[in-house]
């Protein structure tokens, strides 16, 4: 017992300010992308071409956050003359369409804070999980958030057992014929009011595993999602971000 | 024995015409006598080659690997009945390619989906209804038996899959899993993808194990391609490998202090974790290690300033994971919940084929870095980390040895590195008519990658086996005559990948 003490005066206090403090997320970090439209017109097609997802539209000079699997490879192709990542994990958005970038709109993407559900279940979430495909990063980042430094719960978002008790259902995975009919049991067993949120790039667009047989190229195909977070996985900030934007715990 | 197969090593490429050929009776007789024997299997599938359906055999002893092929009839007598290291293969084989193995002790499929080629289903499935399709649940009757039936959707956030358990009040006298409900048809989409895409999709065969599968398809790739390594970029792959694996064994000590309530160490641990992870994204913008490692080398380095900063970090890193551990394995709270818990027996685990950190906490003393050994691990010497006791105890203690080993891996090649170029994209072509076997001590073990290529260099099969596909089964055997109650605690113990077995 002693020692469970002593290690626990140790170890400190260690859940971070966020978000009154702002997280600095390492330079290699891959978040919002910026789109340079000048570039020459070759590299966007090569960037295009090579693209595993098909997220960049070369005559548009659009790139789709909902398709893009943040594998990097069309940065290094254009070496950065094209697209650039940035920094900005704020890559959630509540419309579908905001996805698509286009050049110069490096602004942080909208989440229209839901002004019903803030009203009716104050500051908290209760939140179902389900796991459609996918390849498990998704997950074990979600889970995350529950460990000290993200410590989700302070703001009364928790991860419930029973889609019973739950106020939103979050779908990670491209959704898998084999889980199709799990997720809409589970979405129908959760009680109204209730929203959809797809995490991750998987549940958005299929991501990588788009065109697959074996799956459904994302939620969109039977659920209308009310948030999307992108992202290979997302980055635990990111979920966070999005979730709390959306309850309007934190502004615009 | 052995004197049918080819004998290669792990990573060496092979033209498909040098692969000895047999007759199927004579191939059964071999295959069987090498499983009997003290080989493992590491990969037994099929594949289409002009029409015709051939099958593969590719076995371990000590350091080499032993291929032999065969064609493969429509059905034969099963093998699983004489050894049951073959019993999810045949499974598979009759998934895949239709081919029934006759008397099969339990020959139901195992990721539910149609076969490749378009026969008539083996288990007389129509794959537009639910999962588990056509069959029936393993039951036991009796008055005072009952089912429970947890899944696919579990009550945390984890992969989805069905587990059957036949109890006698709180005893589990059966338990069955049921999985597939990850299945992404990934083998079938591998041959359909540009190649650009390729390392990403193998990089979400399973999510935490990403590392570990990007260095199996690189080395198999660079292998075909006949591309040459630096050794720079090998240090850089253990270390990214050795990362992947403390990462994970971490976060499963603290799954497994959670899953008891010891909550003080399921917190650190947790967090200590996120550490590792946050190394990766430090050094390659991705905290599970995507798009870290390319056939050709690594798309990333780590430089000086950075090497000095994680020198530091992992010194304080460990001495914290230990002060943890002091304080979880002396607790007798924890002990008792432990010790003894899900044994699997020695021989039941090499019966079975286990691998990985479980078959190690099972006394098997096999390790793909001290076996098989490629890249930087041909330059270090592993130590291989057993233990006798067979328990989750022992499961849980054989993690905590690869940590602190492989912390000393990783001071060592940061202390050796010399600061190189990252690569380009290489730009490889396969050589033709060939066959590869890539292996890797992936955190959960056995990690195998198998390509094969036509006449043209181009992919015409690619088989990967995740440890997961050998070690469900061990969960399943563990859990006979244990209370339902200990299920999660074990179920943690061995912690197995869904979307890794299912593909
Ligand atoms: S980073 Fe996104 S847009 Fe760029 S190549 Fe990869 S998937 Fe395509
Ligand atoms: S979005 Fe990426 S990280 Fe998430 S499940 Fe899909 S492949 Fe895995």
Redesign the pocket.
């Known amino acids: 017992m002693f020692s469970i003490i002593k290690n626990r005066i140790k170890q400190g206090y260690k859940t971070s300010k966020y978000p009154l403090k702002e997280i600095m997320l390492p330079e290699k970090y891959r978040g919002l992308p910026s789109i340079n439209k000048d570039c020459e017109k070759n590299t966007i097609i090569t960037c295009a071409i090579n693209c595993p997802t098909q997220a960049i539209n070369a005559s548009e000079q659009s790139l789709d956050l909902g398709r893009c699997?943040f594998c990097g490879l069309c940065e290094e192709i254009s070496d950065g003359t094209f697209i650039k990542f940035t920094r900005n994990y704020k890559t959630g958005a509540s419309d579908r369409r905001q996805l698509t970038l286009y050049s110069d709109d490096l602004k942080d993407l909208e989440i229209s804070t839901n002004k019903y559900f803030k009203k009716l279940f104050g500051r908290s979430l209760q939140i179902r999980q389900v796991s459609a495909?996918?390849?498990?990063?998704?997950?074990a980042?979600l889970n995350v958030l529950n460990t000290p430094f993200f410590d989700i719960s302070r703001f009364g978002i928790q991860f419930v057992a029973s889609p019973r008790h739950a106020d939103a259902i979050m779908v990670?995975?491209?959704i898998t014929r084999n889980m199709k009919n799990a997720l809409i049991r589970t979405f129908e067993a959760t009680p109204d009011p209730k929203i959809v949120i797809a995490?991750?790039?998987?549940?958005i667009s299929g991501?990588?595993?788009r065109g697959s047989s074996e799956q459904l190229n994302g939620l969109d195909s039977i659920l209308k999602a009310d948030l999307y977070i992108p992202?290979?996985?997302?980055h635990p900030l990111t979920v966070l971000h999005s979730l709390l934007k959306y309850l309007g715990i934190i502004k615009s | 024995m052995d004197k049918n197969f080819i004998k290669i090593k792990n990573g060496e490429n092979i033209k498909v015409n040098q692969i000895p050929y047999m007759e199927f009776d004579l191939f059964y007789e071999n295959v069987l006598q090498l499983a009997l024997n003290g080989y493992s299997i590491i990969h037994y599938f099929a594949y289409n080659d002009n029409f015709q359906t051939r099958l593969i055999a590719v076995f371990r002893k000590q350091n080499f690997l032993y291929i032999a092929t065969t064609d493969a009839p429509d059905e034969y007598q099963n093998l699983t009945e004489k050894s049951i290291k073959f019993h999810n293969y045949e499974r598979e084989l009759a998934e895949e390619f239709a081919i029934k193995t006759i008397n099969h002790p339990w020959l139901k499929s195992l990721r539910y989906h149609s076969n490749f080629l378009g026969k008539t289903d083996v288990f007389g499935n129509d794959y537009s209804n639910e999962i588990p399709g056509n069959y029936e649940f393993y039951s036991i009757t009796g008055e005072e038996i009952h089912e429970v039936g947890v899944g696919p959707v579990h009550a945390g956030i984890i992969e989805p899959g069905h587990f059957r358990f036949n109890c006698i009040g709180e005893k589990i006298l059966h338990l069955e899993i049921q999985l597939g409900y990850q299945h992404r048809g990934i083998e079938k989409q591998i041959l359909q993808l540009k190649k650009s895409a390729l390392p990403i999709l193998i990089?979400?065969v399973a999510?935490d194990t990403s590392i570990a599968n990007s260095l199996c398809f690189s080395e198999a790739i660079e292998s075909l391609a006949n591309v040459e390594v630096n050794e720079e970029y090998e240090k850089i792959r253990g270390i990214a490998l050795e990362l992947e694996r403390i990462a994970n064994h971490v976060g499963d000590l603290g799954a497994l202090s959670g899953d008891i309530a010891f909550l003080t160490a399921a917190a650190y641990y947790g967090r200590i974790r996120g550490e590792f992870l946050n190394i990766l994204l430090e050094v390659c913008g991705n905290r599970?290690g995507?798009g870290f490692i390319r056939p050709g080398g690594s798309k990333f380095l780590i430089n000086i300033n950075q090497r000095r900063l994680f020198l530091n970090k992992l010194k304080k890193l460990k001495k914290e994971i230990i002060e943890i551990a002091d304080m979880l394995f002396n607790n007798a709270g924890v002990l008792s919940r432990f010790e003894s818990t899900g044994i699997i027996e020695t021989d039941i685990a090499n019966d079975l084929g286990l691998v990985g950190p479980v078959a190690r906490a099972s006394n098997l003393f096999y390790d793909v870095r001290y076996d098989l050994p490629t890249g930087i691990y041909r330059n270090i010497s592993i130590k291989v980390a057993t233990e006798k006791n067979c328990d989750v105890m022992a499961r849980a203690l054989v993690r905590y040895k690869e940590i602190l080993h492989s912390l000393d891996i990783i001071e060592t090649l940061l202390n050796n590195l010399e600061g190189t170029k990252p690569n380009k994209n290489i730009n490889y072509s396969l050589s033709p008519n060939s066959l590869v076997v890539s292996v890797q001590e992936a955190w959960r073990g056995e990690l195998s990658h198998c390509i094969i290529t036509d006449p043209d260099g181009n992919i015409l099969r690619y088989k990967i086996k995740d440890p997961s596909f050998n070690n469900w089964i061990g969960l399943a055997i563990a859990m006979r005559n244990e209370e339902i109650s200990d299920f999660p605690l074990c179920n943690k113990s061995f912690n197995l990948s869904y979307c890794g077995h299912d593909l």
């Not at chain 1, 995490?199 to 549940?203: H, V």
């Open positions: 699997v495909g996918g390849c498990n990063a998704c997950e980042d990670t995975g491209p995490s991750g790039t998987c549940s991501g990588i595993f992202g290979c996985p997302p | 990089e979400s999510g599970f995507k």
